[in-house]
């Protein structure tokens, strides 16, 4: 719960005796939080790097289309014989990947759909100095557009890239899980348009949510996992050149 | 006209960098605002040496230290409202700060420093003057002085000795007060995680004595310029003691900084790569040359002949004054390279961006000098509204 949530509530335990069933939904909700949080796991190696699901989220939430800005991306990692690592992300994967004819032997390759990490420990939760960056109660970290000051700190404190700054309304945007969508019980448009169910999205504590199998079923890894953020994007078959 | 800067820098990244990484965020004028702070915070540790540790020698810039920290401390946060892009939601930091946010914290260690410290000390030492001036001048500077007695027409021997020691009092507390403001500037980049060049737990200390070197260059600077203004000559005792402290301070602060990069060479982690590359290329020039040479090492090199074999009166004038400005361009290229090399790299530690510096606009070049020029111009008025010299104190 955050400190304007609990400042919102206190009127309810003020005004008890008439309200006794916001009373009771306060303690449901107190006794239930850090579960019942929204996660998404990504299986790198179905990822195809199609750019589908790139394109779908500048649609859906009115990205603007430069290739500066991006709630999720692709990397493309190419790991040749001799161990160099090669890796770019052109047009942040937005029209797909080129082939390319590389001068030595190729190892391995693969493709990294990049997105915010929803971390449990946000950063940019964190440093917000008028706390417009909040996280919500199912585990979704958003931004409050009329009440960030564009300060850019966030932008500073995310590990992970995960943040641009709006050139329209002058704030930092990032991925919101489609928080429009999800909160309407519709799946995030990336996960919807994916044609290799590479993105795999549901509530991290639910026994019938896929992420909670996949959670329990396979190893899993996080990005940066020494900065203790603890991300709510799980990624299945990472290498250890991902960052 | 953005968009097109932003394609050139995206030909310009070398290796590679997360995509939302091309827009570099914090720019000249997040350089200015550390840079502003540590002035603020070395001009008043200057004027504590005096006040608190009884330095006799500093006394006559007692008073111009006080009235620099002063217009300097009133334009630190400017840069600050002129970069953030809601600068009408900005007072939000005051009204509902996020205590967690190390920078809406120091909304509240600007404020304490100004009204609580800074403002009383000069208050408390002007006091009897500003009556006195406030019964002979006329006009409008007669009204401001009339303001500033704060309704008080007479004052008293016995008034006069409380002044002093609550003077006293509030200089000790400025103390702290100082190095918690400057500190805090470097807290706010140094507990940065996201961003290795900036996280680390000396970042506090390396700004706090870089603060009072740039602080005592500044007041020097500024003193020797009035003096040839005026055409006077400045107290020389009263040059040695600063320059000496100057002196101490750079070796401090020099030692810190060699420390954190020897530190950061040796464990030599994830971001090594990167550093070596950082150092040895886009920032080699500003890091080396300006904060290293000219910023430490010829200084310490100058001071410290000057000290072991002294020298003659001009001669020390005018290696002073060189000092003075060579230090001062010096931690400007400290703050730079902090604030814009902790930028120029991408956190996925595989590339770099570059960092264009436009002329015009809010944060261009002409920008940032009024926004460094304006302090000059208000200790102008300061200086005629409280002057700092024992001579023109006679009333």
New interface residues.
Partial sequence: MT?RDFINKLKFFILTPFFKNELLNLIVQTFRYGKNKFGMVIDISKCIGCGECVRACKEENNVPK?????RT?I?RYIIFEDGE?Y???P??GFNGFKKISPPKKIAKSFFVP?LCNQCEEA?C???????ATYETDDGVVLVDKK???????C???????????H?ET??PDKCTFCYHRIKKGLLPVCVLVCPQNARIFGKIDDPDSPVYKFLKSYPLQVLKSH?RTHPKVYYKDMDMEV? | MEMEHLYEVLRSIEGFIYPNEIELRWSILIVLYPYVTGLVAGAFILASLEKVFEIRDVRPTYRLSLLTALAFLICAPLPLVFHITHPFRGFEIFLTPHLSSAMAVFGFVYIWYLMAILLIEIWLEYRKEIIEFSKINKGIKGFIYKILTLGVKEINEEIEDFDKRFGKFIAIIGIPSAILLHGYVGFIFGSVKANPWWSSVIMPVIFLFSAMVSGIALVIFIYMVLNYLKGKEPSIPCLDAMAKYLLYSIIIDFSLEMLDLVQRIYEAEEFFDMFQILIKGKLFISLFIFQILIGAILPILFLGYIRIFGSSDSAKKFTYFLVSVMVLIGIFATRWNVVIGGQLFSKSLRGLTIYKLGLIGREGIYASMGLLFLPFLILLFLIWLLPPYEKERRV
């Avoid at chain 1, 009440?147 to 700190?153: A, E, N, Q, T």
């Avoid at chain 1, 932008?155 to 700054?165: D, E, K, L, T």
């Fill in positions: 400190r430069y290739p500066f800005y991006f991306w990397e690592v890796v770019e992300s047009d942040g990049k950063p939760v964190q440093v917000c100095p008028v706390g009440y960030c000051i564009g300060c850019g700190y932008i500073q404190a995310c590990p992970y890239g995960a943040r641009y700054f050139p002058k704030t900065l960052r």
